[in-house]
């Protein structure tokens, strides 16, 4: 996919490399076309226009791994089974397997392949915290004295907010590794291919309440509830947050060099845990697919193309030299299981602080849940979890309501999602 | 007699000529996809094959069994409801003061309107800043005067009334110079007339200017609820339909179901609703123009301009035959 125009040098001459590479391997092609997404357009509306214009792309390295399954069902995606089984790398263990669970159906029927797999955990402004007299080193990771620790950072005058809430669209990505910090999960897999719902059991009421309470007892987040994820990261950057949501390397390079900020002054951690044996990380990731009517002889070059883009050692060693030079190089594990510590030994312009962070991050970091219609139940519970960050003296009981009727709504709505486990 | 004269056909045809780029472009681009609208709304929808699946009336039962869509209706009427009380009498009420302002009418008519010239977009965006509850300067101003801060836009009870705002200072400078316009036609002998029969100052607004901009008045009032029944780039920048719900409108509720929950014909079948919905209040109000009561008089204030004419023709009359006598004398 091109960069937007207002894409950063650095990523014009990542891509520009990628797109040379590409030309010159497959040079015999003639018809490779790149996709630009159109402004204000996000990859699915993207992907989708393109499918109903009947210009869809053939490759397209967008999809979350989460998409997956609620696509192989409208057939939006094409299935490549016959590759994948017959990958000599996949074959020889060398293809990263975090994700894989995600991209095949219950008859081992294969829809998509890691792309770029990521780690998300509680990501911090350094300079923020040590203005608010703490030392990041020392942030508690249990969540009472987490919440009391951001309530000593937070100093709305200033303003800043110790840890900042996502409480728009995007609500339920942050939300879901705290559900699991406090023992619950999201969803349960019911064992036939369905998913009974979790976050109206009591750890994630739990979960809900201590996100009311970081807002109402604590009084350490912000309280614009709507900030789009570009606000928020705003925050993060500017200073106005000491802790959210993210990851280093996701941060602009160029606003942080607007606000004469520097990479240095960010890193990342596990979210605290309900209990010290409870923190945990986020992982998450996009994924290669082809269009449902892409012919054989499409699907070969294709096929050949990311196998180049994401497991060409040659290829890749190349890719993370320009990136570290770049200051683009990110901690997302390489698709090549035998590489991931090859990717980070060439990060050698990261701060010191990063690797050993990303390390610990790793290790506790969970898949997103990837269930078929896994992004609607994202979207159902913002309203509620809306209602019980914004009203003051909510109590369990009105949280457990709340919960339990948009649980019904996805059971009603989604009946071959969701099912009650019996 | 010639049938193919080109007088005839310059007459008959030409015309007809000049209009074929437009009319193309209409059905192409308007009236194309309204009818496709329609078609689509009756299938779910596959994206791979298109239309996909002919499901009858099924999206459009289950669009009035969704308590979200129904609630985005009630929405969008409560955004029409505050447009009324907030931005539609204002501009009226601005072009009728600047109308009687005799000196700097072209300075104040040209400040009003320059926030019209701003992209909404650019607008929305600055307003979701001002509304900011932590740093914005609606709190600010409120801090400054000691009065307590709002959450304005995640506030339910003032989301509406925020987003609306603006379009006050936004498209409010436009609709007052239109206003303005309509004003500037109403003959000034008309208001002489009045004042020589001793018409105050709101006599001659409400018996003279506003019976005969009723039109424009009605015309506005259709475009101004066609807008409301479209709200989408504002809302969506300023809040994208939250906090809980509040803000959600029609559109921006189909526009979710397309492109979060991938339900294309669903998606569809609610901007066909919408669409009815429109479309029934354009007709009652275009029939309600027509209404004396509301239209200033049949014909919007023909009926007055007829009277007045009379009495102008009478006192003509008057005049005439008192000089008679004192010519005779």
Redesign the interface.
Known sequence: MVPQDDASESSLKSFDFTKAKVEEKFSDVADIEWTRMAPGT?Y??QY?KL??SGD?PTLWNSLPFVDIQ?RMR???IAEITDYVVNWDLRNEGKVNPSIEEALHDDEGRWYAVPFAPYIMGLLYNRTAIEAGGKDPADTPNTWEEFGEWCAELTD?EV?R?GYTLL???YLAWPYTPWVWSAGGEMVINNGDGTYSIGFNSEEGIDTAMYMHDLVWKYGCT?????E?YDDYMSNMTIG?ACYGWGLPTSLNIDKLAAYGATQDEFGVLPFPGKTEDDVIGFAGGETWTMH??ATKEQMDVCWDILNLLSYDEDYLRELWQLENELGLIDPKPSCRQDLVEVKYSYATNWPEHWKDEFAALNAVARPEPFCAEW??LK?YI??PM??VL?TENITREEVKELLDECAEKLYTDFPDAFKKAE | MKIFSWDRIKRDYLPWLFLVPAIISFALFKYYPIILGFFVSFFKVNIVDLPGDFIGFDNYIRAFKDPDFLNSIKNTFQFLLISLVLNFWVPILLATLINEVRRGKTFMRTMYFIPAVAPGIAMSVLWKYIWQPDYGLANFILKSLNLPVQKWLNDPALVKWCIQFPGLIIGGGLTMVIYLAALQDVPEEQHESALLDGAGFFTRIFRISLPQIMPIVTTMLVLAVIDVFNMFDNVQVMTGGGPIGASETMVLYAYDQAYTFLNYGYAITLSVITFICVFILTCIQMSLENNPLLSGGKGGGKEQRKAIRKIKKDRAEAAKAAQAPAKEG
């Open positions: 996000d699915r509306q989708d499918l109903m869809g609620t409208n057939g939006t709305k303003p907010f409480g728009s669209d912000q309280t614009d509830l709507l789009s106005y449902p009517n992004n609607s979207d913002v309203a809306q209602q914004a």
